[in-house]
C-alpha cells in the first residue's frame, strides 16, 4: 500500500452492534418488524434474509417510541438493555446465538 494515504481513524463515528438470535423474537414481532419495514414506518430497521438491523443510534427514540407501544415484552427487554450496554444497533440473525437471560421462542 506504497503511497496510498489512508484517513485518520481519530474523528470518525462509530458505533457498537450487538449480535442474536431471532429465536429471541416473539412470533408477533416478527409480524411488527415486517409491517414497520413494509409501510417505512421507521427507516430504522432493516429486513434481512436471515432477520433484521434495529438502529438505535441517532434518533433512537422514534425507533424505541414506535416499538416500545407495540413490541413483545421480550423485546422491550432487548432494546432496554441494549441502549443502557451502549450497543446503537440490534442484529437479529437466525445464525446468531442465544443470549443468556432473554426469552427464547423457537429454533431459528
Known sequence: MSGIVLPDPKGIETYSAVAMSTGHL???????????????????IL?????YFIKLAGDAHRVEHDLIHQASDALNRIIVWAKAAGFSLIEFDSDAG???GFTVFEEA
Do not use: W
Request: aromatic share 12%; no cysteine; charged share 35%.
Open 26 to 44: 416473539a412470533p408477533a414481532d416478527f409480524k411488527l418488524l415486517d409491517r414497520m419495514v413494509d409501510t417505512q414506518e421507521s427507516t430504522r
Open 47 to 51: 429486513k434481512r434474509p436471515y432477520g
Open 98 to 100: 442465544y443470549i443468556d
